[in-house]
């Protein structure tokens, strides 16, 4: 009889526990040949006066090679021929600005074709006092 209640509590401690973490669990599976960041773990180090807090925290982008299972991928880093393996809650999607912008960067060839001028434009010059 004990043993029932156990299993049954073991059962709604882990409903009640999922209820909490699925809603923040996004379901995203990267194509194989996709680009992805990878989270770093940075840490802090006084004596070379970097602070973790100020580091990046993703590395990349890396190129997903294979599935070694269905949580974890193996990675090449664009020009380099080592690899990495990692799971998939520690990447996140690249976009490039383009696809982050739907389009409408301009390259330097559309300014040229479109007219515009970056020596008239005052978004690089300091602002005066």
Do not use: C
């Amino acid at each position: 009889m004990k043993e029932i209640f156990e299993v049954n509590n073991l059962q709604k401690a882990s409903k009640d526990q999922g209820r909490y973490y699925n809603p923040r669990r996004r379901e995203w599976r990267p194509a194989q040949g996709s680009m992805v960041l990878l989270r770093q773990h940075q840490l802090s180090s006084a004596s070379e006066g970097f602070a973790a807090k100020l580091a990046p925290k993703f590395d990349g982008p890396y190129r997903v090679v294979r599935f070694i299972s269905p949580n974890v991928v193996r990675l090449a880093r664009v020009g380099e021929r080592r690899r990495r393996v990692a799971n998939l809650s520690q990447l996140k999607p690249f976009y490039t600005e383009e696809e982050e912008t739907g389009g409408t960067a301009l390259s330097r060839e559309t300014e040229k074709e479109e007219g515009f001028d970056r020596s008239k434009s005052n978004m690089d010059t300091p602002l005066e006092e």
